[in-house]
């Protein structure tokens, strides 16, 4: 089986601007969930979508926005970037519903560096 | 909500030597404890995991513990190897598929 997918690998913006990012689950994982990735704060939990809907969200402000597709697909957009915004954007797909702990399994991320 | 810590940040040891992460956690209601690796540049990768009804699980060199009562768990690595260098992270999880991560361990073995 294919692996968690994103795109893009890298992308370079500017502070105001906003930015979407893609990922593609492993095929038959219905929950999507993303994470942000620094050096500062480490891992940190955005949200999580299972059957196109928001199931969790994290601390993150409004500018952090997702969804997800009948496919299950996941987009997440980020408007406004600030400087603070730089970092490895991870997605991660899980096969059993919400709720069952079940193990996820990492894209290779989107790193997002805002100028 | 949920607090993970991780110790230590940085790890070295001799290759064939042990070594051992530890991380505890706040919210008793968490009951499922992954551990992931992340080698430079890559993916985290899920190593192992420990569900709280589990007290002790092996998988070859790599066990983890967990102590529901002290709210506290621990990987160990046994005969460590080169490939064994990366940075390891800890988590925990209450039901949902929403990880509360640690800060990392950068284990270094030395050949």
């Known amino acids: 089986k294919a692996g968690v997918t994103q795109t893009p690998r890298y992308l370079i913006k500017t502070r105001g601007q906003q930015v979407t990012l893609s990922c593609s689950p492993i095929?038959?994982?219905?929950?999507v969930s993303w994470y942000q990735q620094t050096p500062g704060q480490g891992l940190q939990f955005l949200f999580e979508?299972?059957?196109?809907?928001?199931?969790n969200k994290g601390n993150f402000p409004g500018r952090f926005s997702g969804r997800q597709f009948s496919n299950s697909r996941s987009e997440m957009n980020v408007s406004t970037l600030e400087l603070g915004d730089s970092a490895l954007y991870l997605c991660?797909?899980?096969?059993?519903?919400?709720?069952?702990?079940?193990?996820?399994?990492f894209g290779n991320g989107t790193r997002l560096t805002v100028t | 909500g949920e607090n993970v810590e991780q110790h230590p940040s940085t790890l070295s040891v001799q290759e064939g030597d042990s070594a051992v992460i530890k991380c505890t956690y706040s919210?008793?209601?968490?009951?499922?404890f992954p551990w992931y690796k992340q080698e430079l540049g890559k993916r985290p990768q899920l190593i192992i995991d420990?569900?709280?009804?589990?007290g002790e699980k092996k998988d070859q060199r790599i066990a983890v513990t967990l102590n529901k009562t002290a709210k506290h768990f621990s990987l160990h690595i046994t005969e460590t190897q080169p490939e064994d260098s990366a940075v390891y992270f800890c988590?925990?999880?209450?039901?949902?598929?929403?990880?509360?991560f640690g800060t990392g361990t950068r284990l270094t073995v030395i050949p």
């Open positions: 991660a797909s899980s096969s059993l519903l919400p709720g069952s702990n079940s193990p996820l399994h």
């Open positions: 095929s038959g994982h219905r929950s």
């Open positions: 979508y299972f059957s196109e809907t928001q199931r």
């Open positions: 919210d008793s209601a968490s009951n499922y």
């Open positions: 420990i569900r709280s009804n589990v």
């Open positions: 988590a925990a999880s209450g039901g949902a598929n929403n990880l509360f």
